[in-house]
């Protein structure tokens, strides 16, 4: 069974640019989470969905972030325009419905300039 | 006061002792607690999870809850070098949905 999927697994942009990651749950996985990783802090929550609905934002940190999952599916989360403070690495992570154990994709190291 | 707090260390251990880590957290509402491993550039991986009082056993794990003193650790024995990495305690917490709240992490360095 193929785990979480994420794409890309670095980019470097500039500050103002927009950057879109992907992130492809396991198949079957209603669940499906954000988290990310500042350096030097620990991981925090930034959305989760169920299907298609988000379920729950309360960790994004500002409207220039925006995460779509549309069919249910895979998910993206847009930065635009990215700024220094960004920077960081995004986790994904899925679960099915009544599951406890969230499975953790190998991330995207995001670096603005 | 952060919500959940590790100890960062590193900690170091020779091979084969038992190496504890330890996690303290705030929120006394939190219900479920859980303990990822992360090596280096890798994804966090579940070790095991606690939601009572008490010990749970998996392997050379154990993971103990103390909710009275906000305490959840876990416990490695027969520590061996591919132990080392960085170990993630993550609390969720009733009422805020299903998302967790992650500590800093330890990171652990088991000695040859």
């Known amino acids: 069974e193929a785990g979480v999927t994420q794409f890309p697994s670095h980019s470097v942009i500039e500050k103002g640019q927009t950057v879109t990651l992907r992130c492809d749950p396991i198949s079957g996985h209603d669940n499906l989470y954000w988290y990310r990783r500042v350096m030097g802090k620990e991981i925090k929550f930034l959305l989760h969905f169920v299907k298609e609905s988000k379920q729950d934002e309360s960790g994004m940190p500002n409207n220039r972030f925006l995460a779509e999952r549309t069919g249910g599916t895979y998910s993206t989360l847009k930065v635009q325009p990215a700024e220094l403070e960004d920077s960081g690495v995004y986790f994904c992570a899925s679960s099915q419905i009544g599951e406890n154990e969230q499975f953790f994709g190998p991330g995207t190291r995001l670096t603005v300039l | 006061q952060k919500e959940v707090e590790q100890n960062s260390g590193p900690l170091s251990v020779p091979e084969g002792a038992i190496a504890s880590l330890n996690c303290t957290y705030s929120d006394r509402g939190s219900q479920s607690f859980f303990w990822y491993r992360q090596y280096s550039g890798k994804s966090p991986e579940l070790i095991m999870f606690i939601y009572s009082n008490g010990d749970k056993e998996d392997g050379r794990f154990t993971a103990q809850l103390n909710k009275a003193s906000q305490y959840v650790s876990l416990l490695i024995r027969d520590s061996q070098p591919s132990d080392s990495a960085t170990y993630l305690c993550?609390?969720?917490?009733?009422?805020?949905?299903?998302?967790?709240?992650f500590g800093p992490g330890t990171r652990l360095s088991v000695l040859p």
């Open positions: 993550a609390v969720r917490r009733r009422n805020y949905g299903q998302n967790f709240v």
